[in-house]
């Protein structure tokens, strides 16, 4: 990952950018489509990270690729960053532009792993208790790890809420190892 300060910045820039435009939406449309380009084909973001070529083949390469897929605003931006040379951002600023978007939008994306695929009842109970816990709309990205055996990870942001059979068993462990009982 990029430094995250510097994800971070130039991420809140673009947004508060794209903020005054009225574009949040059509930008974070935009750093998405760039984003699947660079995970799709990971030989191009080496090429634009890479330092022997030089500032305007990265920046005509970006033209070529991006210029008709985004909006001018984010062509600018994707220039602004390669003349900057902070190329290596790219493959970050789209999760912090759409954290900010959300954040603006009060929406909360919450990670959650279970140990089994939760159930449509489970998720909008789940949802519901997070909501009134967060006072925020809240989206959930599912995942399953049987290796947690039980209960849930939740992650929030910079919060995780660890509430898995593994991890309760692993501090159960570390007491008993310590010679403090449950």
């Given at each position: 990952?990029?430094?995250?300060a ?5 991420a ?7 903020h ?8 974070e ?15 191009f973001?080496?090429v634009?990270r ?38 290596a951002?790219?493959n ?48 959930l ?17 910079d ?7 593994r ?8 007491r008993?190892q ?5």
């Amino acid at each position: 990952m990029a430094e995250l300060a510097v994800v971070r910045r130039y991420a809140r820039a673009l947004f508060d950018t794209a903020h005054r435009a009225g574009a949040v939406d059509q930008i974070e449309a935009d750093l998405k489509a760039v984003d699947q380009v660079l995970r799709a084909t990971p030989r191009f973001s080496r090429v634009l990270r890479a330092p022997t070529i030089s500032v305007d083949q990265k920046k005509e390469l970006a033209q070529r690729v991006f210029g008709n897929r985004v909006s001018p605003l984010a062509a600018r931006f994707l220039t602004l960053v390669v003349e900057r040379r902070r190329e290596a951002i790219l493959n970050d600023v789209y999760a912090e532009f759409s954290r900010l978007a959300n954040e603006e939008r009060n929406i909360l994306a919450v990670q959650v792993t279970a140990a089994v695929p939760l159930t449509d009842q489970e998720r909008d109970a789940l949802a519901a208790a997070l909501t009134r816990r967060t006072g925020k709309t809240i989206t959930l990205e599912l995942s399953v790890d049987p290796q947690i055996m039980g209960g849930l990870l939740l992650r929030m942001g910079d919060t995780v809420i660890d509430g898995s059979i593994r991890s309760r068993l692993n501090q159960l462990r570390d007491r008993l190892q310590s010679g403090h009982a449950a």
